[in-house]
């Protein structure tokens, strides 16, 4: 069937100009709207496969009409008509969620092959739904250990703040990228952006580039002007992640643009102001590195007068049976697989481990056990043996070693599942959990057949 999609402008003559090109091509089947209102209405009933609508409208404009649709529906296309020469407009809408845009007068050809980009991009529905919607939050802070309470108190106190420079510490997976982004929400800074920036990934003239933005000729490449991340993060948060390897000259940029919050584009004269919440995280020993003369002692002192430290796991060992159920029951809608309960004495031996890798090592340890786990319960020798003290490798347990890559250990766990059962091909598929085509077409790719098969 041919997609829906709705058309919606104030001026009567642009709906039933563009729907008429639309129908046209035979390709889409086409709804006119003068009012976004209604449109919105219809949206509930019956939601239509993309939408195009006018940015300027005199009931709903364009932008708020957006932020309804996705509070509505998260994934149809939503493509924005503006006037030529308000690109400004073009790129709040699509903060606000929209998916592209056309300016005016549109060309119908091109609207055709946008629509159908945008049709081919839209993630499905039911897939975003597990992770988007009430039933499963991929942000939610998990704990309730007197330390994360404490975690929970600053990402309130500094989400409550506009104007705030803001430094998480803490080692490797303990949740800082979670906790900065649960900043940013708690701050109800709807339609502002969380602008993140990894400060290891990029050389320092590029990272400068990045943050303050160039004008057209600034340097060799710089072939258009570009706004800095500090500029797109306006009204919102900027998260500086991994600040320590932030290299010394550009330390002192930041702090000059932290003490005043203005800055200039690079090859600019123009002086700018934004307000932002700048969040800064890193997992290395940052008081160290100013001891050792790595990290500006008073950039360090202007981050750290809003710090928290989120503790490790071996800390709030009393979190960690409700820290593993909520990565399993993520990872199980994540799998599409029945929601398991996690063994008996298995919760006690997670709380024992020590965890250097933190919370993300259990979410590791827990989708890889996800994947082999059968049944109603999440067996601990499923739990990644090799972490677990105390569970030896017995007979019905096969030990790999580290370092393998995702396909050698499925070569290896099926040819140890066939070796286990004789070579029956279809207990083995049963246990496997796939079809005893999909176990002959595995064994096809690893290599694993022999001659008569
Ligand atoms: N308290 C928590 N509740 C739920 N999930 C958590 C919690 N802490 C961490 N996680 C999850 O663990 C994983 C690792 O967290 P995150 O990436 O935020 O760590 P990090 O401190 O930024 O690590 P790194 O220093 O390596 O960048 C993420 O999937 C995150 O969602
Ligand atoms: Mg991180």
Redesign the pocket.
């Known amino acids: 069937m041919n997609p829906t999609v709705f058309i919606i402008d104030d001026d009567p003559d642009q709906v039933a100009l563009v729907t008429a090109q639309l129908e046209r091509g035979r390709q889409f089947i086409t709804k006119g709207f003068t009012r976004a209102d209604r449109a919105l209405e219809e949206l509930r009933a019956d939601p239509p496969d993309a939408i195009v609508c006018d940015l300027v409208m005199p009931e709903l404009d364009g932008i708020s009409f957006v932020r309804r649709v996705r509070e509505l529906n998260r994934t149809v296309p939503v493509i924005i008509a503006t006037a030529r020469g308000t690109e400004g407009d073009a790129e709040r809408a699509l903060e606000a969620g929209a998916t592209d845009f056309v300016t005016k007068p549109i060309e119908p050809r091109g609207l055709e092959t946008r629509i159908r980009r945008a049709l081919e991009q839209a993630p499905k529905e039911a897939l975003l739904q597990n992770f988007t919607q009430a039933k499963f939050d991929p942000h939610a802070i998990i704990g309730k250990h007197p330390l994360m309470q404490q975690v929970r108190a600053f990402i309130t106190s500094v989400g409550s703040v506009p104007q705030v420079s803001a430094l998480l510490l803490g080692e490797s997976g303990t949740g ?2 979670l906790v900065a982004r649960g900043i940013h929400t708690a701050s109800r800074a709807a339609g502002y952006r969380f602008v993140e920036v990894n400060c290891a990934a990029l050389p320092a003239s590029l990272l400068e580039a990045e943050l303050f933005g160039y004008e057209k000729g600034a340097f060799t490449d710089a072939r258009q002007a570009k706004k800095g991340l500090v500029e797109v993060a306006d009204g919102g948060t900027l998260f500086l ?1 991994e600040i320590g390897t932030m290299a010394p000259e550009l330390q002192a940029k930041l702090l000059s643009f932290l003490e005043s919050r203005s800055f200039r584009r690079l090859g600019s004269t123009r002086e700018q102001s934004v307000t932002l919440r700048v969040v800064a ?1 890193t997992n290395v020993d940052l008081a160290g590195e100013v001891a050792r003369g790595t990290f500006r002692e008073d950039l360090y002192y202007r981050l750290n007068v809003a710090s928290q430290v989120l503790p490790p796991l071996r800390a709030i060992r009393s979190d960690i049976p409700e820290i593993a159920r909520h990565f399993v029951k993520r990872a199980a809608e994540y799998f599409a697989k029945p929601l398991p309960v996690i063994e008996a004495d298995g919760e006690e031996r997670l709380q024992r481990y020590e965890w250097p890798g933190n919370a993300r090592e259990l979410r590791n340890v827990v989708e890889r056990s996800m994947i082999f786990s059968q049944g109603p319960s999440l067996r601990i020798v499923d739990l990644a043996p090799a972490v677990m003290p105390g569970v030896s490798a017995g007979a019905d347990m096969l030990t790999l070693p580290r370092g393998l890559t995702l396909d050698e250990v499925e070569s290896r766990y099926i040819e140890a599942t066939l070796k286990q059962l004789d070579g029956n091909v279809q207990a083995a598929a049963e246990q496997l959990g796939v079809s005893r085509k999909v176990l002959w077409q595995r064994r096809k790719q690893h290599g694993l057949l022999t001659g008569r098969e």
């Open positions: 800082k990228n992640d995280a």
